[in-house]
């Protein structure tokens, strides 16, 4: 079975940093593009960075342009959101995505995880 679990959510200060991790499984990730969403309370699930396959393509929301970098470790079959300069704004359930190239991040017969926690207190 295809499994995705988030970690290194948590509490952190305004302006701090936080390192979330994907851990893939049960499935061919090499091949899969890798995305992360997070949803607010009372918000719709929104975007925000994707990595490409081949790693050589990455996206971001505009809200989280220069302070959000994505990653991907084929190796160890991870994919990594660094969050630094943390606002309020960003307290969320965070969500990775692993999907085909030939869709759309987040669309039809891509996968999910769990969600983690990520709180900026003011």
């Known amino acids: 079975q295809v499994q995705l679990v988030e970690s290194g959510g948590g509490l952190v200060r305004t302006g701090g940093s936080l390192r979330l991790s994907c851990a893939a499984s049960?499935?061919?990730?090499?091949?899969?593009?890798m995305a992360w969403f997070r949803q607010a309370p009372g918000k719709e699930r929104e975007f925000v960075a994707a990595?490409?396959?081949?790693?050589?393509?990455?996206s971001y929301a505009d809200s989280v342009k220069g302070r959000f970098t994505i990653s991907r470790d084929d190796a160890q079959t991870t994919a990594y959101l660094q969050m630094n300069s943390l606002k309020p704004e960003d307290t969320a359930v965070y969500y990775c995505?692993?999907?085909?190239?030939?869709?759309?991040?987040?669309?039809?017969?891509?996968?999910w995880g769990q969600g983690t926690q990520v709180t900026v207190s003011s």
């Open positions: 995505n692993a999907y085909d190239a030939r869709i759309l991040p987040g669309g039809r017969g891509s996968y």
């Open positions: 990595i490409q396959w081949t790693g050589s393509t990455t």
């Open positions: 049960g499935l061919t990730f090499s091949v899969y593009s």
